[in-house]
């Protein structure tokens, strides 16, 4: 049976704005990855008989319906009900479930309330889906060749439910199987890798090639379907070999490796520790070096000097500098590395300095001046964004470590050539 899917989010928070739908983005790339295609959305409140009409307007053109929201135990969450009254079956106590509930409630220390054993309740003939991180079951109930899956709506919930048992039983039912491998390039927009890989992606078939933008980063996830994983590896692996000749070392990682991964294991190899000096990010480029777990071997630290004052005093800019050239500019971005450098004793230091947004600088809202010094190689660039405040904050964050990263590779090649 070839599956054709439709996610609805049951919730009045997120009718009303209150919570980002992000399980909706989540399941929808899940079901991507399995060649499953979603032809539509749906948010519904909490409402008994807009749940059950979102049900039949779904089944008109899908024949796989995934939920999340709805399977709490207050007097509102009310989708189980309507779902098991769809498919025509009642509700019975799963013993498992509520044991699994009693036993949640009782290691947090929290009371068990009637109500609570409401969750337990699961359709008749239904594959439940135990919740090792809540409280609320889901379920799968198929009937007629049509497929109601119901999950929970706290992310923290419905990624590990979907993930480990809602994936797989999905996989079982295809006799194929769909593996995906994606690539991370950045220093190209989204338009430009577009272009450049437009007719590849034509002629593809299996595997495919997609084109992901996000701040500053396109992500190239290239999925491939055949019988087993080993079959689809190989069919993936020429397409990467072909993308990473065609960009060069505007790929910096594939997968869940991140910009910073790609960063630290430059450093690594070349027994480095790095610093940083922010301005226009205050800080953001610190964040994206100790969301990485035991990088304090190499990250001694970041002075975010956003006053003109703050430069000269903590990392030895010259008042002259800043007079001639401006607090933007690829001189003071500089000056800035080099004291960095010198304040924390690191090998390599990245600085940056910009307009995050329009003043009455006669210099373009968006600019951004990175520098970066690695031993007595100092090298500088500018950039200019486009966007609102904080997104320009966070491009800049990204395009000074990847400039970083850049740096870090020339240097390492030159000195594999004189060794």
């Not at 008989?49 to 039949?56: H, L, M, P, T």
């Not at 990485?292 to 000097?305: E, N, Y």
């Not at 968006?366 to 964004?385: L, P």
Request: aromatic share 6%.
């Amino acid at each position: 049976m070839k599956l054709k899917a439709e996610i609805i989010a049951i919730g009045t928070e997120i009718l009303l704005g209150d919570i980002v739908n992000t399980n909706a983005s989540y399941i929808a790339r899940g079901l991507a990855l399995l060649g499953i295609d979603t032809f539509h959305q749906q948010v519904v409140g909490d409402n008994p008989a807009r749940v059950k009409q979102a049900f039949e307007e779904a089944y008109r053109h899908a024949n796989l319906i995934i939920t999340s929201g709805g399977l709490g135990p207050t007097e509102d969450d009310l989708s189980k009900e309507m779902g098991a009254e769809y498919f025509g079956v009642p509700l019975r106590m799963d013993e498992i479930a509520k044991n699994h509930i009693a036993g949640y409630m009782v290691r947090r220390g929290r009371a068990i309330t009637d109500n609570n054993w409401k969750q337990a309740m699961l359709p008749e003939g239904c594959i439940p889906l135990y919740n090792d991180n809540g409280t609320a079951p889901g379920f799968i109930l198929s009937k007629d060749d049509k497929i109601l899956i119901m999950l929970p709506g706290p992310p923290s919930e419905i990624v590990p439910m979907f993930d480990g048992q809602v994936i797989p039983y999905l996989r079982s039912l295809s006799e194929d199987i769909m593996i995906s491998r994606t690539l991370h390039i950045c220093g190209m927009g989204e338009s430009a890798v577009e272009d450049k890989l437009h007719d590849e992606m034509i002629a593809m078939s299996n595997p495919t090639l997609a084109p992901y933008a996000k701040e500053g980063i396109v992500d190239l996830r290239i999925t491939a379907k055949a019988k087993s994983e080993e079959e689809c590896r190989e069919m993936i692996r020429p397409v990467e070999d072909h993308i990473r000749e065609m960009f060069g070392d505007l790929v910096f990682g594939a997968d869940e490796e991140t910009l910073t991964d790609a960063v630290l294991k430059l450093l690594r190899q070349m027994d480095l520790t790095v610093s940083a000096a922010e301005s226009t990010c205050g800080g953001l480029i610190a964040d994206r070096f100790v969301r990485q777990s035991g990088t304090s071997d190499r990250f001694m630290g970041s002075i975010t000097a956003y006053s003109n004052r703050s430069k000269v005093w903590l990392l030895g800019v010259k008042e002259e500098t800043l007079e001639k050239h401006g607090a933007v500019s690829e001189e003071t971005a500089i000056e800035m590395a080099t004291g960095a450098a010198e304040a924390f004793q690191t090998g390599a230091a990245v600085a940056e300095t910009g307009i995050a947004e329009k003043t009455d600088s006669s210099k373009p809202s968006g600019m951004v001046c990175v520098a970066v010094k690695v031993g007595d190689r100092v090298e500088s660039d500018t950039y200019y964004f486009s966007r609102r405040r904080n997104s320009n904050r966070e491009l800049a964050a990204v395009y000074a470590l990847n400039f970083l990263r850049r740096i870090l590779l020339q240097v390492k090649d030159e000195q594999s050539q004189n060794s």
